[in-house]
């Protein structure tokens, strides 16, 4: 048996023999496996019998096509070795697809306002060989879609408080409510906590990170308590406005929002006691890649030429162009809330 696999081994074995062979396994027939894999059927029997040659064992009875004890053997090895190759395939392509000459960037609803669509035209500008692209990122991938890879960059609120993640804080703006136009408390100016922490607010799914839905929900402000639940749910600004313009719950935004989200039906008013907020670029921890280093970097020095959302006085708190010695980070873990209300 030794001496086989050795000289299975030497001879190599063609993955296209193995592909014909699960083929004929799976199909029972060799002309339909022919088919499958788009060959001719003397191919495919050909590859079957090299394989038995290299094997030294037959792997199927012909009348009826059936494997043998020894075909139902290797049935498990082979497509092992298939699936081990098809993965690696796969990742290769992968990792050629988000080479070092991609900038993967995800943007949740409209990003840090006038700044996202700056930073990225900068970062086009100075590196035109990079292919970047750009993705839109729901409530619910506040966290994940930076930790899971899916993109190098992420344009998000509020900050991330996480210890993989690495935030640069780019805008702080006040915070409204988006409510329905015929509300009662549609025609004011401005409001109050008070006036707007008894509103139903849409629902965010269980899994959306805590950060987000007490930065949503004005969970400081409400001692910790859920808002009042909606009947509908949302994961995206659209979603939001849709069920607030149907009367079916609040949302609550930067200020910001107003100027990217007009919907017919709905209303953002200012809460002029809460606390301002942040608008950031997350990054992952420790991730020295210059294409995201430049993009922090452009991020940060652009930012103070859209400080009309800075705080009061128009002061950046914690500033926009700290280098990566003074950079704030954000440390800590990350929960998942049960439920919640929503915005942008």
């Known amino acids: ?41 003397p191919a495919v029997t050909a590859h079957v019998q090299q394989l038995e040659r290299e094997l030294g064992v037959p792997l199927f009875e ?33 990792l050629a697809e988000h080479s070092d000459d991609t900038l993967r960037v995800g943007v949740m609803g409209h990003g840090s306002a006038e700044l996202t669509p700056a930073v990225i035209s900068a970062f086009r500008h100075l590196r035109p060989q990079v292919r970047l692209t750009l993705e839109a990122l729901t409530f619910t991938e506040h966290t994940s879609a930076l930790l899971e890879h899916r993109v190098d960059v992420a344009f998000v609120r509020p900050a991330v408080t996480d210890e993989r993640v690495t935030v640069d804080v780019l805008t702080t703006e006040a915070r409204i409510v988006v409510i329905p136009a015929h509300s009662e408390l549609a025609a004011a100016g401005e409001l109050r906590l008070a ?39 949302a994961v995206t600004p659209q979603e939001v406005l849709m069920s607030v313009a149907a009367g079916r719950g609040a949302g609550s935004a930067l200020s910001s929002f107003a100027r990217f989200y007009r919907w017919p039906g709905t209303v953002c008013v200012p809460v002029v006691d809460a606390p301002w907020d942040h608008s950031v670029l997350a990054t992952r921890t420790g991730d020295r890649d210059p294409h995201v280093q430049l993009f922090r970097g452009l991020a940060r020095s652009l930012a103070p030429r859209f400080a009309s959302g800075a705080g009061p006085g128009g002061a950046h708190p914690l500033g926009g162009q700290q280098d990566d010695r003074d950079q704030r980070d954000h440390h800590a873990d990350a929960g998942t809330a049960p439920g919640g209300a929503v915005g942008d």
């Open 1 to 41: 048996m030794a001496y086989l696999a050795w000289r299975a081994y030497r001879q190599g074995v063609d993955l296209r023999r193995l592909a014909s062979f699960l083929a004929v396994a799976e199909e029972g027939h060799f002309g339909r496996a022919a088919a499958r894999l788009f060959l001719s059927p």
């Open 195 to 233: 006036d707007v922490l008894d509103l139903p607010f849409v629902a965010l799914p269980p899994h959306t990170p805590r950060p987000f839905t007490d930065y949503l929900y004005f969970t400081e402000a409400r001692g910790g308590e859920a808002p009042r639940p909606g009947p509908d749910h």
């Open 62 to 94: 012909r009348a009826p096509v059936r494997l043998t004890p020894a075909g139902h053997r290797f049935l498990g090895h082979a497509r092992g070795l298939v699936d081990a190759a098809n993965a690696a395939i796969t990742d290769m392509a992968d």
